[in-house]
């Protein structure tokens, strides 16, 4: 499955935009990328998947490069409680099994 | 539409005892999956099922660990003689489908072994 590189750590100020990245330079053309967050103590949450076009939803936009060897989370307007560790996944798909790799993530501090 | 319900949310056990980690997934979900967080670590992938089979149990400990996932209730993570190194927290996630859709977290269970 494709390996992911994030930043360890971003900061951000109170409702301004944040651009999290991600590269995967090793996707494949079958693999969709996904961000989940996880806040502390919590269960990891859904945000956001694509594939190849860019995706907006009610939480956040998801940017794929073009070459799909990166991607970019946006969070238009951040609040405190978007304060989490954000994981960028690229999902492996092998036949019926399905898994999400977590690796370290970003841990996003929002500034007051 | 509830969530996906773990429990309990805090298990404290001896080792040796046995862990029993329930996970009820999302109405309509009939595709679950345990993972592992330890301490500072980020999450691992145990073990895949569908009702009263498993799919893929590639990230499960050969011993000790095992996973039901029956007709009727919740899935089951079972822990026996656990050991300190099973401290961490265990999170279950449902999906309605297999593939490339959304995964649903219930909060996790933090099992503490003493």
């Known amino acids: 499955d494709a390996k992911t590189t994030q930043p360890n750590s971003m900061e951000s100020n109170e409702e301004e935009p944040v651009h999290l990245p991600c590269n995967h330079s090793?996707?494949?053309?079958?693999?969709?990328i996904h961000w989940y967050r996880q806040l502390p103590s919590q269960g990891p949450e859904y945000v956001i998947h694509g594939l190849t076009s860019n995706v907006n939803n009610r939480m956040a936009s998801l940017a794929i490069a073009e070459d799909r060897k990166s991607s970019t989370l946006i969070l238009h307007r951040a609040t405190l409680r978007d304060a989490a560790v954000y994981y960028c996944i690229v999902s492996f798909d092998s036949g019926s099994a399905r898994q999400l790799t977590f690796g370290s993530g970003t841990q996003l501090t929002v500034l007051p | 539409n509830a969530g996906v319900m773990q429990n309990p949310r805090h298990l404290v056990r001896r080792r040796g005892q046995e862990a029993r980690l329930r996970c009820s997934p999302m109405k309509g979900h009939s595709h679950v999956y345990w993972y592992r967080q330890l301490p500072e670590e980020g999450l691992k992938f145990m073990v895949y099922?569908?009702?009263?089979?498993?799919?893929?149990e590639s990230g499960m400990p050969k011993e000790r660990f095992s996973a039901e996932f029956p007709k009727e209730g919740p899935s089951i993570l079972r822990i026996q003689q656990v050991v300190r190194g099973d401290s961490a927290a265990y999170f279950c996630?449902?999906?309605?489908?297999?593939?490339?859709?959304?995964?649903?977290f219930g909060q996790g269970t933090r099992l503490t072994v003493v």
């Open positions: 996630a449902s999906s309605p489908g297999p593939r490339n859709t959304e995964a649903f």
């Open positions: 099922l569908q009702k009263e089979n498993i799919i893929d």
């Open positions: 090793t996707i494949s053309g079958t693999d969709y």
